[in-house]
């Protein structure tokens, strides 16, 4: 929960704490996680992957919230049974196929935000590109 109230925290702030959509946790997350209670490991790299998206409880954090952890860990046993957890596919790609009518077609990758801008032409058959 610490982790994502840095998020919150950065999101309030305007401030970009994560690249390479959402994976990769940079510098400016960490800072927050820090203000929040987490603490990156001593010794510790960041991950090539992931950056510094696994920072721990501080000492002084789990001293605050020990009755939270507590409280938490007596009910996970008894709600984790009844949870429905979300399937991992996608609804939505996360880019769309675009083809023009030419022979063979012309094709390219385009985010959903850029598509719903308008038409695309394509500038040797003159048609529009069409999502498929």
Wanted: charged content about 25%; aromatic content about 6%; proline content about 4%.
């Amino acid at each position: 929960m610490l982790h994502e109230a840095a998020h919150v925290l950065n999101w309030q702030r305007g401030a970009k704490d994560t690249t390479a959509r959402g994976a990769y946790h940079n510098q400016t997350f960490l800072a927050a996680a820090e203000e929040v209670g987490l603490t990156w490991p001593a010794g510790a790299g960041r991950s090539r992957t992931r950056g510094y998206d696994t920072s721990v409880l501080s000492d002084a954090a789990l001293r605050r919230h020990a009755k939270d952890v507590e409280h938490l860990a007596s009910v996970i046993d008894l709600v984790l049974p009844h949870m429905e957890l979300p399937t991992q596919s996608r609804s939505k790609p996360d880019r769309l196929t675009y083809r023009c009518e030419c022979k063979p077609a012309r094709t390219f990758r385009i985010s959903m935000t850029v598509a719903s801008k308008g038409s695309i032409n394509c500038g040797v058959c003159g048609k529009e590109f069409k999502e498929g």
